[in-house]
Structure formats: structure tokens, C-alpha cells
């Protein structure tokens, strides 16, 4: 009985051991830890993540990555270090840099110091509030998959890149290191600068003034995007809190985003169809990290559009549902900007249950894309208001420049001239105006030293009638003269006078 006792005090004691808590449990394991913690906020699968052997000294900086993708967020440790944040939105991953970071001050392109030949100052931005123009890229630069030849550069501190403008500008396909109203023609410091030397692509808005802020400072912040695809902003001078900037006279935007059109039936006239937008990812950045000499990399994540062939296309092991369309040849998602196509020509539908096997047994003689006629181009050629681009309005007032290329640009870093642009209507109106002044004073110096020519005559002939009549009579010797013959008032002062 006496053993039996002392086994079941044995089981409770090392039960109670078991139960009692550890050394140091319940307390943070160090910073790491804390921030893995906090990163459930919003859902978030936050965690930190160091390189190899890397410990946890003051001066070092921690990695936190963001799986569920959202906006940006940077924390400050206790001990006032800066984190750097990487988040991963499918088609981005993006790493914000803070100002005491030196990899922030190495992303920054000092246009400054470029070669000049490469730099460009626009000068109709440059002059201009609530503008934008097309510019034409030396490389080919890949935006979520597509690549984009042609960009649209605007005063309000952002890029839009779609290939068919129209008045939502600010709503979507926009690549915005900071989207405000921004006049750079208050201010004769004010330039709109882009630098290309063939591997990258950089427009700087610097010293730029926001309409009706002028009192809080200028700003001077860049947009890179570089040939491999990455996004790069920089910020220089952030004078106030991006949080305080109003959006009530035009939309405040840090991020990306890209959209495609899609053609429906118009309710109003049935055989026509019009275009609308869909927007399929965004990128928002937290406006309240936006500082000055902090910066933003975007990482381009691979996508559908990549794959060449059906066999690569089927065995990707991306995070898209990635298909292989026959008929267009070509991988997808079906959520680009090709989505037009992709419905036209019966992708989704072609690619279910199918495998490359089927694609090639099947009959070769059919029209390839590249020769057969694509409604989606048939569509996209007609007279649409959206293609003309000459006076539109966008949705915040922005008015865009159609040329592309060397219009109103200045090669050289000077300071800019100011005055309002004159617009090549303006200058034939004028040359129109001087050469139809020219040819009245011509015509009447003619008329008046051939006062028997034809259009001299043709003049006379429609004369007013108060004028003396004229007429013409042969003279023997084959000359011929005029005679003026007097008006009716003329002739009853004549008869007056006779009869006196």
C-alpha cells in the first residue's frame, strides 16, 4: 500500500512540473519575435527574415514580408531602427526603403549628373498645370507582362500607361510615385525632367508646387522604370505629410495599377459597342511612409504572358491559373490587357480538358492569328471618341499633348523659359491669315495697274450703284478708251443747268 502511495506521488509531481511555466516564457524573444506578433494586423502573414547568419544588433535592419499583399507598412523598432517591408502582390514585389536606409539613396538616379544628351526637359509640362503628353520610349519596358513602348507623362506626379487614352487617366493603368495637383508652372524652378539612356527610364518632377499649397514647399521626386521591369520611385523633398494633401480638386495616389477594356453592346445604338474599363490589380502604397529620401523598388513577378509554347504554358507551377489558347498562341490568365481576345476567340472555353497532345493533332491548315482577321483590331480601328486625343478632358482636367516625342522638349537642363506654349493650330491661323493679306494688297496693286484686265472689269461690273458707270469704246485707230458716264444725280444737275 506504501509503494502504491509513493507512485502516485511521483505522477503528481512530475504532472505539476509539466503544467508549471518554463523560464522566460510569456516574454518576447527579442525583436524578431515582436514584429512577427504584430504582423497579424489586417490578416497579415507577416514574418520577420533575416540573410544567413545575421543576428539581431542594432544597427542592423530587418527584413518583414508581407504574403496576403496590401499596402505598405513601416514600422520603427524600439530601438528606432527602420525596417525594411517587402510585400508580395502577385505581380509585384515591392520593398519600401526609409531614409535612413542606403539603399534608398543608391535607387536614386541623379538626373543632374546624367549625360546630357540622355536628358530632357519637358518644357510644355514644365509650364503647364493639369497636362500630359506622350512620350515614346528608346527600349521595349514590360508593365505586368505587356510591353509598353509609349508612355503618357503627366504634371500631376504620375505616368499612365495605357496605350488608348481616355478621361480616367487617374483611375487606372497608372504607375504614381505620387499623384497630386501639382502646377509646375507656378514657379519658374519648376520642371518636368525624363532622362532615357536606354536600359532606364526616369521622369522627375522637381521642384514642383502643389495648386494652392505653394506656402507648405516644393516637392522633387522621380519615377524609373527600368528595362528588366522593375518600378523605382524615388523621393527627394517631401515637404509636408502626403495624409494632409487634399484629393477634393484631384485624386492623391502612391502605387500601380493596370486595367484592360472589354467592348459591350451599347444600350443607346444596338449595332455599335462601346469600351470599358476593368481594373484587375492595384498596387496602394501607405501614403504616411511617402518621406522624404525614402524610396520604393518594385520587383516584377513572372506571369503568364512569359510562356512561348503550350508545354511551358501547361506545366507552369505559377500562382495564375495559367491556360494555352491555340488559336492565338498564346498564355494566359485571362486577366490582362489581351482579354478582349482571349473572349473573342473562345480561349477559355477552347482550353478546358484540353492538352498540348490535342492541340497538335489537330488540324494544321487553319488560319494562323497573324494572318486572320481579328475582330478585337477590327473593333479597335474604329471612329471612337476615346482615340482622339487632340482636346480631351480627362476626368480631372488634364489636358494631353498627342505628339510624342521631340515637342516642346529642351536638351539640356537650362532654366526654362516661361510663356504659353503655342500650339501648332495657332501658327498655321496665323501664316494662314498673313498670306490672305498678302494676296488682297496683290490683287489691288494689280487691278490698279490693269485697270482693263478681266479681273478689273469683273470688279467694276459689280460695282455699287453710286459709283459713275464706265464704259469702254474702240477708237478707229484700234485703241480703246473710257468714258465715265455720270450718276442719276449727276444728270438731273447737268439738265439744271442746261435749263438755266
Known sequence: MRGELWLLVLVLREAARALSPQPGAGHDEGPGSGWAAKGTVRGWNRRARESPGQVSEPDRTQLSQDLGGGTLAMDTLPDNRTRVVEDNHSYYVSRLYGPSEPHSRELWVDVAEANRSHVKIHTILSNTHRQASRVVLSFDFPFYGHPLRQITIATGGFIFMGDVIHR????????????????????????????????????????????????????????ALHHDGRIVFGYKEIPMSVLEISSSQHPVKTGLSDAFMILNPSPDVPESRRRSIFEYHRIELDPSKVTSMSAVEFTPLPTCLQHRSCDACMSSDLTFNCSWCHVLQRCSSGFDR??????????????EGRTCKDFQDEDHDSASPDTSFSPYDRDL???????????????????????????????NLSPKTKGTPVHLGTIVGIVLAVLLVAAIILAGIYINGHPTSNAALFFIERRPHHWPAMKFRSHPDHSTYA????SGHEKEGFMEAEQC
Not at 483 to 486: A, R
Request: aromatic share 16%.
Open 168 to 223: 480616367m487617366l487617374t483611375a487606372t493603368q497608372y504607375v504614381a510615385p505620387l499623384m497630386a495637383n501639382f502646377n509646375p508652372g507656378y514657379s519658374d524652378n519648376s520642371t518636368v525632367v525624363y532622362f532615357d539612356n536606354g536600359t532606364v527610364f526616369v521622369v522627375q518632377w522637381d521642384h514642383v508646387y502643389l495648386q494652392g499649397w505653394e506656402d507648405k514647399g516644393s516637392f522633387t521626386f522621380q519615377a
Open 338 to 351: 489581351y482579354r478582349q481576345e482571349w473572349m473573342d476567340y473562345g480561349c477559355a472555353q477552347e482550353a
Open 381 to 411: 480601328t474604329t471612329t471612337s471618341p476615346s482615340l482622339f486625343i487632340d482636346s480631351l478632358t480627362t476626368e480631372d482636367d488634364t489636358k494631353l499633348n498627342p505628339y510624342a516625342g521631340g515637342d516642346g522638349l529642351q536638351n
Open 483 to 486: 468714258e465715265v458716264e455720270p
